[in-house]
């Protein structure tokens, strides 16, 4: 069962697996309007890892740590159908979650969190899950930095969240839309939630480190928030 | 008493270690006019708080037994538990929880929401507890009660608002604002007795109209008058705004947070009303009880006073006057000299006295009626025992009681202390339900079992000073429990033919693990093993369960089927078939791949954020798993799984790690299997205590 759940889940379609396999780094973005499900996709990059043997830690931003567990143990039980697995509780060794107050958090304070860990041997995570960052609030060039440090830190693989608003038309070249629509060179891969009339896709705008299947197109299925293959 | 139930309130006083609950308490007990003078709980009057009524609690500062209390404000009838701060004893906190209608949260306007708040507000959550809270000590340096309610909201999910604002704070903490009223309100001369109503300054006008409208609009989500009236934009009748508040408060959807000090006398009054109109009357609550005539359904019992009589044992003492039970009366009426029933016990119970209690004093009374809290003497029973009249068969539902996790051994040191410690034990074990104790019949030791360290020491200090029982304390052992990870077939033949009558048994079958602790399966055709010792099977494979061969540590988990077997129509008997059972359980059990578990904590440390490495690496330390961390401004808390194994002396190392400015609280988890090494030298020690035996 819990081989199942990596060999047929449908983020293999992304190929993120492969690059990280290869030794490299990837830092990615999900975006979305407001409630649209960007926690459920991060929660599910997470258990992947988490399956795979890869440490992850979540950083909540603005939410608490009772929060962020359901989301773990809600998108589990949808997966496992309900199944009892007998390795999920050493699964669960692998994630470590970190929570600040919207105003409390900063690149330094995180820095030192994260220094703290590793340097101790507490805990050395290979995936990163940032969520609640405010893009509008920090600069490009902070974020770069920032990126400098983590991937020193020697994570795989690092995913943020960002919130796009339906007012603001300010979009990049290649379709990412604001707040992140000058940051395109700092990620890897974008993703972004796309609501139309019946379904909800997943839209690939960038993947440099993934290798995906030709025609992919991934959709969130808004009863599970579980994605799937179209 | 008073036969209006609607002027009623049963409530309890619960919060962190430390916030002032007792001096609260004590500071209700003198405005109600219960008490003429005023003790602190540390004073140097050396009389104490009214509610810490035991020795140990003045000594130590804190409330370790619920005391029952009983007041009465503007015609109401309030009966107050007072409960204890330590997580170790949240077995007294959920049994008042039980039997109360609703609470005041207190917290410490310094120290704001704690873990032991969170585990507080957890319990009160879990048996739909309404709650109003207070904000106490705003005279203390650093008082911030605005970053309590937010705490409250963040941390507790608590839709909490202020219904006060404080005027003045830290040593210039003067009054406060009622934002419903729209007046100041101070209390004046030495004991704080004085209520003086004044205008708002006029400082804080313009703020407290702000606040009021802010919520009256929470508010009038829970009033469609309200809600009418603040359309209209007309002027809002308060009672509405009362009703409103009331009406949130009662669905766990609102929760009013007043301020104040009680040490300073400061807002206890404005409290009490509180109580009085947003906390709810026994009618307000729907309380279940189980027909024991009809499969344990469930029903709601009345609260009519004409309806055959309902009441719950919630907790024993043995006190000054002889033996007392607080019991809560959920239908029905009861006189002194009436006879009622045991409904666990199937016993008729004679009440001769009847009394309510003010902490460790007492007044007798004729009668008590729906919804009240009393005491009954002399009346054998254990805590959690249901008393009904002879036209009714139930009981109220039971208390979810965890397991203990801890044991020790406990030496008398003579034989005067042998028999009072039987004493002390037997009466501990009827008033808290997750104490036990147990003679071990290898070593002959009593012992004792609880929920946590200062659990058992608690006990061990009564054991001293109440029964006068010296005795010897072995060290903490942790509860080990054994289970199979895997299925096994067995196939034991008992045989015995010794002069005299002989022994033959045989017994086939499989041992799987399961999630419940034990479970027997018959699955025996053809009367291969005759009826008749089908249950000595079953008695034999639960006497194994009692000790594993790993550690010695009792094994769950297991399910026992028997398919096939074979027996002597002379030679088999029950104690036959029990021994086969035995062996075949042995067998099957070593093929099932056993493994030792240990108990998992549930750890929440909190501690200023300068210490959080230091508190993580200490965690690690400790074989802990770290669940996650919550970072807010200065303070951190970090919540972990670690064994209890690796928790004893933890208080200690966090005072040194931290400076003293960190603390811990912990809670059972589960049951999860222990690391190899560690199993490994389980296994050599307890093969080398067997050596040694």
């Given at each position: 069962?819990?081989?199942?759940?990596?060999?047929n889940?449908?983020?293999r379609?992304?190929?993120?697996?492969?690059?990280?396999?290869?030794?490299?780094?990837?830092?990615?973005?999900?975006?979305?309007?407001?409630?649209?499900?960007?926690?459920?996709?991060?929660?599910?990059?997470?258990?992947?890892?988490?399956?795979?043997?890869?440490?992850?830690?979540h950083?909540?931003?603005?939410?608490?740590?009772?929060?962020?567990?359901?989301?773990?143990?809600?998108?589990?039980?949808?997966?496992?159908?309900?199944?009892?697995?007998?390795?999920?509780?050493?699964?669960?060794?692998?994630?470590?979650?970190?929570?600040?107050?919207?105003?409390g958090?900063s690149?330094?304070?995180?820095?030192?969190?994260?220094?703290?860990?590793?340097?101790?041997?507490?805990?050395?995570?290979?995936?990163?899950?940032?969520?609640?960052?405010?893009?509008?609030?920090?600069?490009?060039?902070?974020?770069?930095?920032?990126?400098?440090?983590?991937?020193?830190?020697?994570?795989?693989?690092?995913?943020?969240?960002?919130?796009?608003?339906?007012?603001?038309?300010?979009?990049?070249?290649?379709?990412?839309?604001?707040?992140?629509?000058?940051?395109?060179?700092?990620?890897?891969?974008?993703?972004?939630?796309?609501?139309?009339?019946?379904?909800?896709?997943?839209?690939?705008?960038?993947?440099?480190?993934?290798?995906?299947?030709?025609?992919t197109?991934?959709?969130?299925?808004?009863?599970?928030?579980?994605?799937?293959?179209? | 008493?008073?036969?209006?139930?609607?002027?009623?309130?049963?409530?309890?006083?619960?919060?962190?270690?430390?916030?002032?609950?007792?001096?609260?308490?004590?500071?209700?007990?003198?405005?109600?006019?219960?008490?003429?003078?005023?003790?602190?709980?540390?004073?140097?009057?050396?009389v104490?708080?009214?509610?810490?009524?035991?020795?140990?609690?003045?000594?130590?500062?804190?409330?370790?037994?619920?005391?029952?209390?009983?007041?009465?404000?503007?015609?109401?009838?309030?009966?107050?538990?007072?409960?204890?701060?330590?997580?170790?004893?949240?077995?007294?906190?959920e049994?008042?929880?039980?039997?109360?209608?609703?609470?005041?949260?207190?917290?410490?306007?310094?120290?704001?929401?704690?873990?032991?708040?969170?585990?507080?507000?957890?319990?009160?959550?879990?048996?739909?507890v309404p709650?109003?809270?207070?904000?106490?000590?705003?005279?203390?340096?650093?008082?911030?009660?605005?970053?309590?309610?937010?705490?409250l909201?963040d941390?507790?999910?608590?839709?909490?608002?202020?219904?006060?604002?404080?005027?003045?704070?830290?040593?210039?903490?003067?009054?406060?604002?009622?934002?419903?009223?729209?007046?100041?309100?101070?209390?004046e001369?030495?004991?704080?007795?004085?209520?003086?109503?004044?205008?708002?300054?006029?400082?804080?006008?313009?703020e407290?109209?702000?606040?009021?409208?802010?919520?009256?609009?929470?508010?009038?989500?829970?009033?469609?008058?309200?809600?009418?009236?603040?359309?209209?934009?007309?002027?809002?009748?308060?009672?509405?705004?009362?009703?409103?508040?009331?009406?949130?408060?009662?669905?766990?959807?609102?929760?009013?947070?007043?301020?104040?000090?009680?040490?300073?006398?400061k807002?206890?009054?404005?409290?009490?009303?509180?109580?009085?109109?947003?906390?709810?009357?026994?009618?307000?609550?729907?309380?279940?009880?189980?027909?024991?005539?009809?499969?344990?359904?469930?029903?709601?019992?009345?609260?009519?006073?004409?309806?055959?009589?309902?009441?719950?044992?919630?907790?024993?003492?043995?006190?000054?006057?002889?033996q007392?039970?607080?019991?809560?009366?959920?239908?029905?009426?009861?006189?002194?000299?009436?006879?009622?029933?045991?409904?666990?016990?199937?016993?008729?119970?004679?009440i001769?006295?009847?009394?309510?209690?003010?902490?460790?004093?007492?007044?007798?009374?004729?009668?008590?009626?729906?919804?009240?809290?009393?005491?009954?003497?002399g009346?054998?029973?254990?805590?959690?025992?249901t008393?009904t009249?002879?036209?009714?068969?139930?009981?109220?539902?039971?208390?979810?009681?965890?397991?203990?996790?801890?044991?020790?051994?406990?030496?008398?040191?003579?034989?005067?202390?042998?028999?009072?410690?039987?004493?002390a034990?037997?009466?501990?074990?009827?008033?808290d339900?997750?104490?036990?104790?147990?003679?071990?019949?290898e070593?002959?030791?009593?012992?004792i079992?609880?929920?946590g360290?200062?659990?058992?020491?608690?006990?061990?200090?009564r054991?001293?000073?109440?029964?006068?029982?010296?005795v010897?304390?072995?060290?903490?052992?942790?509860?080990?429990?054994?289970?199979?990870?895997?299925?096994?077939?067995?196939?034991?033949?008992?045989?015995?033919?010794?002069?005299?009558?002989?022994?033959?048994?045989?017994?086939?079958?499989?041992?799987?693990?399961?999630?419940?602790?034990?479970?027997?399966?018959?699955?025996?055709?053809?009367?291969?093993?005759?009826?008749?010792?089908?249950?000595?099977?079953?008695?034999?494979f639960?006497?194994?369960?009692?000790?594993?061969?790993?550690?010695?540590?009792?094994?769950?988990?297991?399910?026992?089927?028997?398919?096939?077997?074979?027996?002597?129509?002379?030679?088999?008997?029950?104690?036959?078939?029990?021994?086969?059972?035995?062996?075949?359980?042995?067998?099957?059990?070593?093929?099932?791949?056993?493994?030792?578990?240990?108990?998992?904590?549930?750890?929440?440390?909190?501690g200023?954020?300068?210490?959080?490495?230091?508190?993580?690496?200490?965690?690690?330390?400790?074989?802990?798993?770290?669940?996650?961390?919550?970072?807010?401004?200065?303070?951190?808390?970090?919540?972990?799984?670690?064994?209890?194994?690796?928790?004893?002396?933890?208080?200690?190392?966090?005072r040194s790690l931290?400076?003293?400015?960190?603390?811990?609280?912990?809670?059972?988890?589960?049951?999860?299997?222990?690391?190899?090494?560690?199993?490994?030298?389980l296994?050599?020690?307890?093969?080398?205590?067997?050596k040694?035996?």
């Amino acid at each position: 069962m819990e081989n199942d759940l990596v060999v047929n889940n449908s983020l293999r379609a992304l190929g993120l697996e492969n690059s990280s396999a290869e030794g490299k780094q990837s830092m990615g973005l999900v975006m979305a309007r407001a409630g649209l499900g960007k926690t459920a996709i991060l929660v599910q990059f997470a258990l992947d890892c988490m399956l795979l043997g890869n440490k992850v830690l979540h950083v909540a931003i603005g939410e608490g740590v009772d929060k962020t567990r359901a989301w773990y143990d809600d998108i589990l039980a949808v997966l496992t159908d309900g199944e009892k697995i007998e390795t999920i509780p050493e699964i669960m060794h692998n994630r470590m979650i970190m929570t600040f107050k919207e105003s409390g958090f900063s690149k330094a304070l995180f820095e030192e969190r994260l220094e703290d860990l590793v340097k101790q041997g507490i805990y050395q995570p290979q995936c990163l899950i940032i969520d609640g960052y405010d893009f509008e609030g920090n600069t490009k060039e902070s974020l770069e930095e920032f990126k400098a440090f983590m991937l020193e830190q020697g994570l795989k693989m690092i995913w943020f969240s960002a919130v796009s608003h339906r007012g603001d038309e300010r979009v990049s070249a290649s379709g990412v839309p604001a707040p992140c629509h000058d940051l395109d060179s700092v990620f890897d891969t974008v993703l972004l939630i796309n609501p139309s009339k019946d379904e909800m896709k997943l839209d690939i705008i960038k993947c440099d480190t993934g290798s995906i299947d030709p025609g992919t197109t991934l959709l969130l299925d808004p009863s599970t928030m579980l994605l799937k293959k179209a | 008493m008073n036969t209006d139930l609607s002027k009623v309130r049963n409530i309890g006083i619960s919060a962190h270690i430390d916030s002032g609950k007792t001096t609260l308490t004590e500071r209700i007990l003198y405005y109600t006019k219960r008490i003429h003078a005023i003790h602190e709980v540390r004073g140097k009057d050396g009389v104490g708080a009214k509610m810490d009524s035991m020795e140990l609690e003045k000594e130590r500062g804190i409330t370790i037994q619920s005391a029952a209390t009983y007041c009465s404000w503007n015609g109401i009838d309030i009966n107050i538990i007072d409960t204890p701060g330590h997580v170790d004893f949240t077995v007294e906190v959920e049994r008042a929880l039980r039997v109360l209608d609703g609470a005041v949260l207190v917290l410490c306007s310094v120290g704001g929401v704690q873990s032991q708040s969170i585990t507080v507000n957890r319990q009160m959550t879990r048996y739909n507890v309404p709650r109003v809270a207070f904000i106490n000590k705003c005279d203390r340096t650093g008082a911030n009660p605005a970053k309590v309610t937010g705490q409250l909201r963040d941390k507790l999910g608590l839709n909490a608002h202020m219904m006060q604002m404080p005027i003045g704070l830290e040593n210039d903490l003067k009054g406060v604002v009622d934002l419903i009223t729209m007046k100041a309100v101070y209390f004046e001369g030495e004991n704080g007795d004085d209520i003086r109503i004044a205008d708002i300054p006029a400082d804080m006008q313009d703020e407290a109209a702000e606040k009021r409208e802010a919520l009256v609009e929470e508010v009038s989500m829970y009033s469609e008058e309200l809600m009418e009236a603040l359309l209209e934009e007309g002027d809002i009748d308060n009672q509405l705004i009362y009703d409103a508040v009331r009406k949130g408060t009662l669905s766990l959807e609102f929760t009013p947070v007043f301020v104040g000090s009680a040490y300073k006398n400061k807002g206890v009054q404005s409290l009490l009303d509180a109580v009085e109109q947003y906390l709810p009357c026994p009618t307000d609550v729907t309380n279940m009880a189980l027909d024991l005539k009809n499969e344990e359904s469930e029903f709601a019992v009345t609260n009519d006073p004409k309806d055959p009589l309902i009441m719950l044992a919630f907790k024993l003492e043995d006190g000054r006057y002889g033996q007392l039970t607080y019991v809560r009366t959920y239908q029905g009426h009861l006189n002194k000299g009436d006879t009622v029933y045991n409904s666990r016990t199937g016993k008729k119970v004679k009440i001769g006295r009847l009394c309510r209690m003010h902490s460790n004093e007492m007044e007798e009374i004729e009668n008590c009626g729906s919804g009240d809290i009393v005491a009954l003497f002399g009346v054998d029973c254990a805590s959690g025992d249901t008393f009904t009249t002879d036209e009714i068969s139930c009981s109220m539902t039971s208390m979810h009681i965890p397991e203990p996790v801890i044991s020790l051994a406990v030496i008398p040191t003579d034989n005067k202390a042998q028999i009072n410690m039987s004493k002390a034990l037997n009466r501990f074990t009827k008033e808290d339900p997750t104490f036990k104790t147990f003679v071990d019949h290898e070593t002959g030791e009593t012992i004792i079992s609880g929920m946590g360290e200062l659990h058992l020491e608690v006990y061990i200090e009564r054991m001293k000073r109440e029964y006068g029982a010296s005795v010897e304390v072995g060290a903490p052992q942790v509860a080990y429990r054994e289970t199979i990870s895997e299925r096994a077939d067995f196939n034991y033949t008992h045989k015995k033919q010794t002069g005299g009558s002989g022994q033959y048994g045989r017994v086939a079958g499989f041992l799987e693990p399961i999630e419940e602790e034990y479970e027997f399966v018959d699955s025996i055709v053809g009367g291969v093993i005759p009826r008749e010792f089908i249950g000595s099977c079953d008695k034999g494979f639960k006497k194994s369960l009692e000790k594993g061969s790993l550690c010695g540590a009792p094994i769950t988990g297991v399910r026992c089927t028997i398919n096939d077997g074979a027996y002597h129509a002379v030679d088999s008997s029950d104690v036959a078939f029990q021994l086969a059972s035995v062996g075949a359980f042995k067998e099957g059990y070593l093929k099932a791949k056993p493994v030792i578990m240990e108990p998992i904590m549930k750890v929440a440390v909190e501690g200023p954020s300068e210490f959080q490495g230091a508190i993580m690496g200490s965690v690690n330390q400790r074989r802990g798993m770290i669940i996650g961390s919550t970072e807010e401004g200065n303070y951190s808390v970090i919540e972990a799984e670690v064994p209890l194994s690796e928790m004893f002396g933890y208080s200690t190392t966090l005072r040194s790690l931290t400076q003293g400015k960190a603390e811990f609280t912990m809670e059972f988890s589960s049951y999860k299997p222990v690391p190899k090494s560690v199993s490994e030298e389980l296994i050599k020690a307890y093969q080398d205590e067997r050596k040694n035996a």
